[in-house]
Nanobody
Framework: EVQLVESGGGLVQPGGSLRLSCAASGFTFGNYAMSWVRQAPGKGLEWVSGIDSGGGSTSYADSVKGRFTISRDNAKNTLYLQMNSLKPEDTAVYYC??????????????WGQGTLVTVSS
């Protein structure tokens, strides 16, 4: 059974930092691209970032480029999202998701339960 479990969310002041983690199990983690997707209160899903299976290629939404960094540790079956210079508009539930291939231009087939990030003073 595929499981994706996010952690690391919480309340942070504007300008602060958080690191999200996503622990994966039930599949060969190193064979698949992964992503982070978020949903702000009352809004739709927004793709945030993707990383290929080996971790050598990444992509970011314009809204987070230069502030967020996606990474992965295939030995630990874990995906990360380092978030710096956080803004109130980054407030959202953050989900990790598994792509259906090693590259992040295919669809996503499994999602975690999400972790809430609140940016507020």
């Amino acid at each position: 059974e595929v499981q994706l479990v996010e952690s690391g969310g919480g309340l942070v002041q504007p300008g602060g930092s958080l690191r999200l983690s996503c622990a994966a199990s039930g599949f060969t983690f190193g064979n698949y691209a992964m992503s982070w997707v978020r949903q702000a209160p009352g809004k739709g899903l927004e793709w945030v970032s993707g990383i290929d299976s080996g971790g050598g290629s990444t992509s970011y939404a314009d809204s987070v480029k230069g502030r967020f960094t996606i990474s992965r540790d295939n030995a630990k079956n874990t995906l990360y999202l380092q978030m710096n210079s956080l803004k109130p508009e980054d407030t959202a539930v953050y989900y990790c998701a598994k792509y259906m291939s090693s590259w992040y231009n295919y669809g996503m087939d499994y999602w975690g339960q999400g972790t809430l990030v609140t940016v507020s003073s």
